[in-house]
Nanobody, 116 residues
Framework: QEQLVESGGGLVQAGGSLRLSCAAS????????MGWFRQAPGKQRELVAR???????VYADSVKGRFTISKANAYNTVYLQMNSLKPEDTAVYYC??????????WGQGTQVTVTS
């Protein structure tokens, strides 16, 4: 059964770093794009970053230059390295996967809180 499990969220001060991990169970995740969405309180979910088989990446303008998405193909694990974190990055972060920009698979989410 396909499953995405996130880890690595937590509390960090502004300017700090966190790395999120997403362990993907299921062979489909080796052949479809994966990514990260986030949802802040009172706001809609938004795409943060996406990685396509072959390695091409896409980022939201708000995180370009600060966040890096990567994938360890041998382990079907996706990472989100978040540097220079800002209070506005506070949100629940979801690991996702899907052929289109509307994901077909979602993890349970992990909370990231950035204090000023």
């Amino acid at each position: 059964q396909e499953q995405l499990v996130e880890s690595g969220g937590g509390l960090v001060q502004a300017g700090g770093s966190l790395r999120l991990s997403c362990a993907a169970s299921g062979s489909i995740f080796s052949i479809i794009p994966m990514g990260w969405f986030r949802q802040a309180p009172g706001k809609q979910r938004e795409l943060v970053a996406r990685i396509i088989p072959g390695g091409r990446t896409v980022y939201a303008d708000s995180v370009k230059g600060r966040f890096t998405i990567s994938k360890a193909n041998a382990y079907n694990t996706v990472y989100l390295q978040m540097n220079s974190l800002k209070p506005e990055d506070t949100a629940v972060y979801y690991c996702t996967a899907g052929v289109t920009l509307t994901p077909d698979f979602w993890g349970q989410g992990t909370q990231v809180t950035v204090t000023s």
